[in-house]
């Protein structure tokens, strides 16, 4: 068939699916107006002078050149949250891990009522994070949350606390409440990959002599080694680019003791007004996430570095 021919071919075909086409525009536009076009005014305004409190100077809205990363790695709270959101990241990581494979564990025996509590451990993940944030502001506060009032009539604590506006605490108590949250999620992958394995397998340890941490870690651990890998290179992403429950909770305080690189683009764009340093915080976020988003389409698609 030449060219020409099939070009003819393929016009009716393209003018058949203008139906389709005008089905799918409001999408395709609603993607370009919030994500394409969001992402690429962001990398602009991350090398332009672009700070709102001074419209009327002359730099205001020029090339800025590398000037506003060097403004944000020569500021001592962006190194911070910088190294609060490592701390963040591998404390979240790691709890999240632990409580959500110990929990997958015990609720993949057959337990009685299993169904129940399989149903009442997604309770956390199913609270909005605004309720949730909330709700355990009210419970740590200094002078009426529980928790205070139930540590002095016990005898734990000899007077109330202020926990979320102690530097030492602050980020703990944030940490705990989206541990709280994140477990669920990284619980379902578990879960699910458990039920794949086959019971015969275990007997057969079973008979062989194998006890239960021999079974863990030389059967089951292998064989959900790649949905565990994909659930929490996920739950890494959620992780990182986490912001409603520190906001909503501390604003990154006291003291950026629990600012993150989100809250402090946040704080830069939305409460200094200086656009062009919160969308250079915002790209390195963004560089950041991409990494991680690269390591999980790799695991997605099963990739061993071998190409084809």
């Not at 963040?88 to 337990?111: E, G, P, S």
């Not at 005898?155 to 709280?180: D, M």
């Amino acid at each position: 068939m030449t060219r020409a021919s099939s070009r003819k071919t393929a016009q009716p075909g393209r003018r058949r699916n203008w139906p389709g086409y005008l089905m799918i525009a409001p999408a395709v536009i609603a993607v370009l107006a919030l994500n394409i076009y969001p992402l690429f005014r962001g990398i602009a305004l991350s090398f332009t002078h672009y700070n709102l409190v001074r419209p009327n100077t002359p730099i205001f809205n020029t090339f800025a050149g590398l000037s506003n990363y060097t403004k944000i790695f020569s500021d001592a709270k962006f190194l911070q949250s910088i190294g609060n959101t490592v701390k963040w990241t591998a404390v979240n990581l790691a709890a999240q891990l632990v409580f959500a494979m110990l929990l997958a564990l015990v609720l993949n025996k057959r337990l009685r009522g299993r169904s129940f509590f399989r149903t009442m451990s997604l309770v956390p993940w199913a609270v909005p994070h605004s309720i949730a944030a909330m709700t355990f502001t009210f419970l740590f506060n200094a002078n009426v949350g529980i928790i205070n009032i139930l540590a002095v009539k016990l005898g734990l604590l000899s007077e109330p606390v202020s926990w979320l506006g102690n530097t030492q605490s602050a980020f703990w108590c944030v940490a705990f409440v989206a541990i709280w949250k994140g477990i669920p999620f990284q619980m379902i992958f578990i879960l699910a990959a458990l039920q794949a394995i086959s019971s015969e397998i275990y007997e057969s340890a079973e008979v062989d002599g194998a006890n239960q941490w021999q079974q863990f870690w030389r059967i089951t651990l292998p064989i959900i080694k790649e949905p565990l890998a994909i659930a929490t290179i996920l739950n890494l992403i959620g992780i990182v680019s986490c912001f409603n429950t520190i906001w909503l909770m501390t604003e990154g305080g006291p003291l950026y003791s629990s600012e993150i690189i989100y809250t402090y683009a946040y704080r830069q764009g939305f409460i200094v007004h200086d656009l062009g340093t919160a969308s250079a915080a915002s790209m390195v976020l963004f560089v950041i996430m991409m990494l991680i988003s690269t390591v999980y389409l790799r695991l997605a698609r099963g990739d061993r570095g071998v190409s084809a």
